[in-house]
């Protein structure tokens, strides 16, 4: 195995930042991180439950002389999938409630670029 040469270029992992000596350190900015659910794939999900559900009880409950399978399934479609709705926003914020209590605080340091102050 070959000793490391002192005349050997230096890899980016080794060189020294250009331009940090003239600049004072950035201070550090406390920071909270978090991961936060997205709003609308609860409220899908809880829309095809509800659905789901209400054409399960249409087609298994007991048949009626007056008004069809169909219409059954599309009255009661309306009102569980309203249902599965409101239970799919519930899911949301106890999801949403649950990655608040789990947010980490942290410092971070702006970094130089486009949009930096």
């Known amino acids: 195995m070959e ?3 002192d005349d050997a270029p230096q ?3 080794r060189e020294p930042a250009r331009g940090s ?3 004072p350190a950035a201070p550090s900015v406390p920071v909270v991180v978090r991961r936060s659910p997205k709003f609308w794939p609860f409220v899908g999900a809880g829309a095809a439950v509800g659905v789901l559900v209400a054409i399960i009880s ?3 409950g007991a048949g009626s002389a007056e008004f069809t399978r169909a219409s059954v399934a599309g ?3 309306v009102f569980f999938g309203l249902a599965g709705v409101l239970g ?3 899911a949301y914020l106890v999801a949403d409630r649950v990655g608040a209590k789990r ?3 942290t410092t971070a340091v702006p970094l130089d670029g486009p949009g930096a102050p």
């Open 3 to 5: 000793s490391p040469r």
């Open 11 to 13: 890899t980016p992992e």
């Open 21 to 23: 000596e003239d600049r």
């Open 58 to 60: 249409a087609y298994t």
């Open 75 to 77: 009255f009661l479609a």
């Open 88 to 90: 799919g926003c519930v």
């Open 103 to 105: 947010a980490t605080r």
